[in-house]
């Protein structure tokens, strides 16, 4: 998911992916407890970490267009070509594997449920959940070279404007209609205005996200401490939002889905961090981990499903215990995965 050709290495981009790869094991990990026993403490030491996590999908979203949108990287048609077949080949590969450990072999075979054949068919196209990432990046990769010919410096005033259109249309608005909506219809009918009839599609969905990736990479922002308080404020939003909506709608309800305003600080406020540190020595561990991303990405759930098993065999069953003890046993795991794929030449090409 990252271009190989740049000339010269990012390193606070290797921190960030690392942080990002550990923090969508920590989404998953956590999405087990989120969905029970609302109010509980397990509740509550499960939406702690995963609003903290909830950085991940931005974040990798914000490198691939500080990577692929950068001046310096030649893009041309054959390298979109490459990375794109890339990715569909890893989709195929995955996408199989995953339907017939969690189709065929825990639903049809151990489970006996009975499923008919246009579902069966319809979870393998879709592929195992946490692939939709996969669509995602590869949708993004198709639009790279339209956004090449607008997105640079020279153009940093009309950049500007669409992300503050998109910060309006994509993030608060929508945000505002999504809690309103649990409480009022009226919120339905501005949803309509916003999604039927004003169609403002353009600056809607990740692309704010990757434009974005671009922009900070390639500017310093003054007075960033007013974006880390907006960051911590978008944490304890996700926080104490979601804890509270769960317990007054006494259903699990997120208020840290990835395109919320409350998280796109939080990402902006990591990216923007991490950046400042001023990184320019390679750390080995880091590097490692950053190159082998899209391999832990795709491997990670098998391990998590394995894991998290072994663990309350064990006896382990507080959400305290668990999240740290899969988070960081998946994480090696999938890294290990990786690791062995990327030396067998065949299977190298789908980590």
């Not at 010269?8 to 956590?30: E, F, G, P, W």
């Not at 950085?55 to 950068?70: R, Y």
């Not at 395109?259 to 990216?271: I, Y």
Request: with cysteine; glycine share 6%.
């Amino acid at each position: 998911m990252e271009p190989n050709e740049t000339k010269k290495r990012i390193y606070y981009l290797d921190v960030l992916r690392v942080l990002a790869c550990l923090s969508v094991i920590v989404v998953h990990t956590c999405s087990i407890f989120v969905k029970n026993d609302i109010g509980s403490f397990d509740f509550l030491c499960a939406i702690i970490p995963e609003s903290l996590a909830r950085i991940c999908v931005p974040v990798f979203v914000m490198i691939s267009g500080a990577l692929f949108l950068d001046k310096n990287y030649e893009f041309n048609k054959q390298k979109l070509i490459k990375h794109i077949g890339k990715l569909v080949l890893v989709f195929i590969f995955w996408a199989i594997i995953y339907w017939i450990v969690f189709e065929i072999g825990f639903r049809i075979i151990i489970k006996k449920e009975t499923i008919d054949a246009v579902s069966l068919i319809g979870s393998l196209i879709s592929g195992y959940y946490h692939l939709w990432f996969i669509y995602l990046i590869i949708g993004l990769y198709l639009i790279t070279p339209l956004l090449r010919l607008w997105v640079k410096k020279e153009n940093k005033k009309y950049i500007e404007y669409f992300l503050i259109l998109a910060l309006i249309f994509n993030f608060i608005i929508p945000q505002i209609i999504v809690v309103g909506a649990n409480f009022n219809n009226i919120f339905y009918y501005l949803y309509d205005i916003l999604k039927k009839k004003l169609h403002i599609d353009y600056v809607c969905g990740y692309t704010a996200y990757y434009i974005l990736g671009w922009y900070l990479n390639n500017y310093s922002l003054k007075r960033k401490n007013y974006l880390y308080i907006g960051g911590i404020i978008g944490l304890l939003v996700s926080i104490f939002g979601t804890y509270l909506l769960s317990i007054i709608l006494k259903t699990p309800t997120q208020s840290y889905g990835y395109l919320s305003l409350n998280v796109l600080l939080q990402s902006t406020a990591l990216f923007v961090f991490v950046k400042s540190k001023s990184i320019d020595k390679e750390n080995i561990i880091i590097h490692n981990v950053a190159k082998h991303g899209l391999g832990i990405y795709v491997t990670h759930l098998l391990a998590l499903k394995v894991m998290y098993k072994v663990f309350l065999k064990i006896g382990f069953e507080s959400a305290l215990a668990i999240i740290p003890l899969v988070t960081i046993s998946t994480i090696i795991i999938s890294f290990v995965i990786s690791c062995i794929f990327s030396k067998i030449p065949v299977l190298k090409k789908v980590v």
